[in-house]
């Protein structure tokens, strides 16, 4: 990260529209542009659950959608499932098996994670046919290109862009600051 010059967080954290795990009074906010299929955000999957498990009173994990749907094909449903979850209260349940099962985000295979976390999966199935929240996630998208966001992931620590390593390390270490 370039010390003299931050990027700043362009928007704010929404709190009814923003998808948050943490107390909302954690030192630490991290949010996250990212990609259901990439294998990055993947790997930072497991970094973040790990780090909220060591250290959950102090860091406030946000999501926020970046599908790169011109090179991860099923980038964009996977986040219009995410968001058909999350509007029957089980976003961060299917953000967890999105990232656990990236091989598997075919339409058949989001609808069955609907059923396997009991979900109204007809409900489920017609919004993600009508694409319901294809503008939700449009608008995450948009946020992150404003923000400077060119790739996946995307990461902003305290509203200032973080552009350095990611791994746990490398997070723990900034965590401590």
């Known amino acids: 990260m370039d010390s003299t010059h931050p990027s700043?967080?362009?928007?704010?954290?929404?709190?009814?529209?923003?998808?948050?795990?943490?107390?909302?009074?954690?030192?630490?906010?991290?949010?996250?542009?990212?990609?259901?299929e990439c294998p990055d955000c993947g790997r930072l999957y497991v970094i973040l659950r790990h780090l909220q498990s060591d250290i959950a009173a102090r860091l406030r994990v946000v999501f926020r959608h970046y599908?790169?749907?011109?090179?991860?094909?099923?980038?964009?449903?996977?986040?219009?499932?995410?968001?058909a979850a999350g509007a029957q209260g089980?976003?961060?349940?299917?953000h967890r098996l999105l990232f656990e099962r990236q091989e598997a985000l075919h339409t058949k295979d989001l609808i069955r994670y609907a059923g396997e976390l009991n979900l109204d999966v007809e409900r489920f199935r017609n919004e993600l046919k009508n694409q319901t929240y294809s503008e939700r996630v449009r608008a995450d998208f948009i946020a992150g290109v404003q923000n400077g966001v060119n790739h996946t992931p995307?990461?902003?620590?305290?509203?200032?862009?973080?552009?350095?390593?990611?791994?746990k390390e490398s997070l723990v270490s900034l965590l401590k600051t």
């Open 90 to 94: 089980k976003f961060w349940e299917m």
């Open 67 to 83: 599908p790169l749907s011109g090179i991860h094909h099923h980038a964009q449903q996977a986040a219009e499932a995410a968001e």
């Open 8 to 36: 700043p967080l362009l928007l704010p954290i929404r709190a009814l529209v923003d998808h948050a795990h943490g107390q909302v009074d954690a030192p630490y906010t991290l949010v996250e542009y990212g990609d259901y």
């Open 154 to 167: 995307g990461l902003f620590l305290n509203s200032v862009r973080h552009d350095g390593n990611w791994d």
